[in-house]
């Protein structure tokens, strides 16, 4: 079975360090290797060579939660710039709050 990656914004941050897991924010700054997504907050990402983000794109990136953290980045999905964030934001908040219904026990 592959590894559960949970949907989170910025504010889950805390709660997986060290974990794999999923965030769609929009891209606010671009710097070398590094990134910062809008996602309920500031979250900053650290790039891969397969990284191709826009700035002001939505972009949702499976990866893993440092210790100070960002979040190193495994995967990126460029989502464009037509994504609505309140439903978004909605699938977090169910996928917390009904855990039970979208991850194992």
């Known amino acids: 079975m592959t590894e ?11 709660n997986f360090r060290g974990q794999t897991v999923r965030l769609v924010g929009k891209v606010t700054q671009l710097r070398g290797e590094q990134a910062s997504l809008d996602a309920g907050g500031t979250v900053v990402v650290n790039l891969n060579r397969d990284s191709h983000l826009t700035l002001n794109n939505a972009v949702e990136v499976v990866g893993k939660v440092n210790p100070d953290l960002s979040i190193k980045v495994l995967a990126a999905t460029d989502f464009g710039n037509n994504i609505d964030f309140t439903a978004v934001d909605a699938v977090v908040d169910a996928t917390h709050r009904y855990k039970e219904i979208f991850y194992d026990a």
Do not use: E, Q, W
């Not at 559960?4 to 805390?14: K, V």
């Open 4 to 14: 559960a990656t949970p949907r989170i914004s910025a504010p889950y941050l805390d």
